[in-house]
């Protein structure tokens, strides 16, 4: 049995008789109020069917597009615009940045059942200290994205299988004040998306190779991670974790065991992900960049291919569901 508290308190286990004894202890200790199955959970919706959870913040959504006063205004297909220079902005700062940063600050906990939306909410979030009108029009942008797909989620499905897969993907040279590179990644369980993230990687990197690198690695360590964890509730992962690049040439290094004097100044990331590589924990495999799902995470993308990939990421309505 599995427990997470946070104001309130979830149990969840493989015996349905232990868990109710242990609902009756605790309130016999602390006169709990049992709310019976998980259907929400700050702010996070759960529609349990008989092979799958679907995860949405519906209402969340559509209160911080109220809130803005945009719920007659018309919907985005896609929540930034591609070639966007918002960090060359040079309008005038908002008048008042106490509206811009709880904003931000809300859309990132909408990421978390809302992966489509963690490239656009990584850029605004950039220029909480000092934002302008552009970012404001931004964050409007992907509001009327919001306003316009409030119900989607994610699509937990079970009986899958325990298979780990990570996709990840890198922009280099992405920022043009730092000219840091963006790493992107997508982890799944069984084909169900798990965890994602969009991040400034921490250094420049010279050549894309490297900063490919940099990606593999971060995605690695995420494997890593879930492994350890996944062992902790007592579910043990014997197969291959597989790491999907968009990369022939950060493969092609990963893989040799030589080690080329031009990529020395990336050696410790190389070294991370070829030891996972040659103890049979990982396994390296090519995807081309059209079909690459992590590329929502490090891109502002068109309409077409923004709708591919996010069906790809495992992203469903629950309209779609009923």
Request: proline share 5%; glycine share 6%.
């Amino acid at each position: 049995m599995a427990l997470l508290v946070y104001v309130d308190i979830i149990s969840a286990g493989n015996d349905s008789h232990a868990c109710s004894k242990f609902k009756a202890y605790l309130d016999a200790c602390f006169s709990i109020k049992d709310l019976g199955p998980l259907k929400c959970f700050l702010g996070i919706e759960v529609s349990r069917g008989p092979k799958a959870l679907f995860l949405s913040q519906r209402k969340y959504a559509l209160e911080i597009v109220d809130e803005c006063g945009l719920l007659g205004s018309k919907p985005c297909p896609f929540p930034i615009e591609e070639n966007y220079k918002l960090a060359l902005a040079a309008g005038p700062p908002l008048t008042d940045a106490r509206r811009y940063r709880p904003l931000v600050g809300r859309l990132i906990y909408l990421t978390i059942t809302r992966p489509d939306l963690c490239y656009a909410v990584h850029i605004l979030s950039q220029f909480m200290q000092n934002p302008r009108d552009e970012h404001m029009h931004a964050a409007s942008r992907v509001l009327r994205y919001v306003k316009g797909t409030p119900d989607c989620g994610i699509l937990l499905q079970a009986n899958q299988g325990l298979q780990l897969s990570a996709y990840c993907d890198y922009d280099w040279g992405a920022c043009p004040l730092t000219r840091r590179s963006l790493t992107g990644y997508l982890v799944t369980l069984g084909g169900s998306h798990i965890s994602w993230k969009t991040k400034k990687q921490s250094t420049v990197s010279r050549s894309s190779t490297e900063a490919e690198h940099r990606s593999m690695a971060a995605a690695t360590s995420e494997l890593v991670w879930l492994i350890y964890f996944l062992a902790s509730l007592g579910i043990f992962h014997s197969q291959a974790m597989q790491l999907f690049c968009d990369s022939q040439a950060a493969l092609h290094i990963a893989r040799n065991p030589l080690f080329h004097e031009r990529t020395k100044h990336i050696e410790i990331d190389c070294h991370f992900v070829r030891e996972h590589y040659h103890s049979g924990d990982l396994s390296l495999s090519y995807v081309p960049s059209r079909l690459q799902p992590a590329d929502i995470f490090t891109k502002a993308l068109g309409t077409r291919q923004f709708r591919y990939l996010q069906s790809k990421l495992g992203m469903v309505s629950f309209h779609d569901l009923t």
